[in-house]
T-cell receptor
């Protein structure tokens, strides 16, 4: 079956620190991979996506590379800001099926 | 462009009652999905509707049902509420035509509390 595993949180960093949030997946087919972010009191927002192996998704300084050989899609940012504090969800969807599988979410706290 | 709108934002119900949640998708989006979010289980897929037809379904009991109207608005109904149904219910819309070109756009959710 399909599933997504994310590193446990919370992750606490100081402003300008480097961020990595690990995500690995299991899929029966050839999924598209996504990172969503949920700010307090809000719904999830798409952060970035990658639709095939070796694709790199990027947005707002965040990036993630679709690694088929390691079934991973780790999220990285070179220098986090306080405004990046949120919960980050890794997700997959098999192409042609509008059904998403989400990881458990990783809460990021960035201190000034 | 207006985002996904969910109503109401908060609901408090008693065990055994039923509840209906509403979702208005982004204009032009024909797919509406529903997810249940809880601290213990995370985000779990309930079902997805496309052009008034249920296209995908998750592993929830039959007490959870939904429908979609011709204007793409969707409702979700939960009958015979249980304490474990307390959760944030998220609606998401997309064009629904190609996953890699139609990511989900989420509403802010309806917080259901069952007492």
């Amino acid at each position: 079956g399909n599933s997504v595993t994310q590193m446990e949180g919370p992750v606490t960093l100081s402003e300008e620190a480097f961020l990595t949030i690990n995500c690995t997946y299991t899929a029966t087919g050839y999924p598209s991979l996504f990172w969503y972010v949920q700010y307090p009191g809000e719904g999830l927002q798409l952060l970035l996506k990658a639709t095939k192996a070796d694709d790199k998704g990027s947005n707002k300084g965040f990036e993630a590379t679709y690694r088929k050989e390691t079934t991973s899609f780790h999220l990285e940012k070179g220098s986090v800001q306080v405004s990046d504090s949120a919960v980050y969800f890794c997700a997959l969807s098999e192409n042609n099926f509008n059904k998403f599988y989400f990881g458990s979410g990783t809460k990021l706290n960035v201190k000034p | 462009k207006a985002g996904v709108t969910q109503t109401p934002r908060y609901l408090i119900k008693t065990r055994g009652q039923q509840v209906t949640l509403s979702c208005s998708p982004i204009s032009g989006h024909r797919s509406v999905s529903w997810y249940q979010q809880t601290p213990g289980q995370g985000l779990q897929f309930l079902f997805e509707y496309f052009s008034e037809t249920q296209r995908n379904k998750g592993n929830f009991p039959g007490r959870f049902s939904g429908r979609q109207f011709s204007n793409s608005r969707s409702e979700m109904n939960v009958s015979t509420l249980e304490l474990g149904d307390s959760a944030l219910y998220l609606c998401a819309s997309s064009t629904g035509t190609a996953i890699y070109n139609s990511p989900l756009h989420f509403g802010n959710g309806t917080r259901l509390t069952v007492t």
